[in-house]
């Protein structure tokens, strides 16, 4: 059964660092690429970047480039997304997902349950 | 970047009622478009992927159509479990676009 877990809630203040971690099982983890999205309270949905597993290479929205660092260490099947410096308009829930191309057609086909940042002074 | 245009944003639907939620693409897209549905406190989860194709286990009267720049998503008979927010997303060139979401409400 595929799998992605994520790491808990996360309250932090303005300007520290975090790293929060997404862990695949039950499936190659080399095999697909890893995608984040965030979600503002109360608001949709916004794709972030992709990493894939095997090279380490990565994509960005133009609207997270330099915000965030997405990385995976392969070695534990597991997916990253960092921030040097949080700010306040950080706060959201964000999700990794498994992006899918079987048959040439890619989609997020399988979600972890969400980690939720608030940061605040 | 490729805009997605989602609408209704929110509708009002009873049980029983056929609802249809159109996204429509700044330019042309071929079939690489899905629909996500998310409840309250969850995960998205896939409902539809490559425009039209039924993601495993999810019930048949749920449907997409479309290429190009306009594609529907249909219930076809509204399901008490149905109510929730859909989301497309596309998925043809960087960066990956949502759609702004439809929330559908009981009436």
């Given at each position: 059964e595929v799998q992605l877990v994520q790491s808990g809630v996360e309250v932090k203040k303005p300007g520290e660092s975090l790293k929060i971690s997404c862990k695949g099982s039950g499936y190659r983890f080399t095999s697909d690429w890893i995608g984040w999205v965030r979600q503002m309270p109360g608001k949709g949905l916004e794709w972030m970047g992709l990493i894939n597993p095997g090279d380490s290479d990565t994509r960005y929205s133009p609207s997270f480039q330099g915000q965030v660092t997405v990385s995976v260490d392969k070695s534990i099947t597991t997916a990253y997304l960092l921030w040097n410096s949080l700010k306040a308009s950080d706060t959201a829930i964000y999700y990794c997902a498994r992006y899918d191309c079987t048959g040439g057609s890619c989609s997020f086909d399988f979600w972890g349950q969400g980690t939720l940042v608030t940061v605040s002074s | 970047d490729i805009q997605m245009t989602q609408s209704p944003s929110s509708l009002s639907a009873s049980v029983g009622d056929r609802v249809t939620i159109t996204c429509r693409a700044s330019q042309g897209i071929r079939n690489n478009l899905g629909w996500y549905q998310q409840k309250p406190g969850k995960a998205p989860k896939r409902l539809i992927y490559a425009a039209s194709s039924l993601q495993s286990g999810v019930p048949s009267r749920f449907s997409g159509s479309g290429s190009g720049t306009e594609f529907t998503l249909t219930i076809s008979s509204l399901q008490p479990e149905d109510f929730a927010t859909y989301y497309c997303l596309q998925?043809?060139?960087?960066?990956l676009t949502f759609g702004g979401g439809t929330k559908v409400e009981i009436k």
């Open positions: - | 998925h043809n060139s960087y960066p």
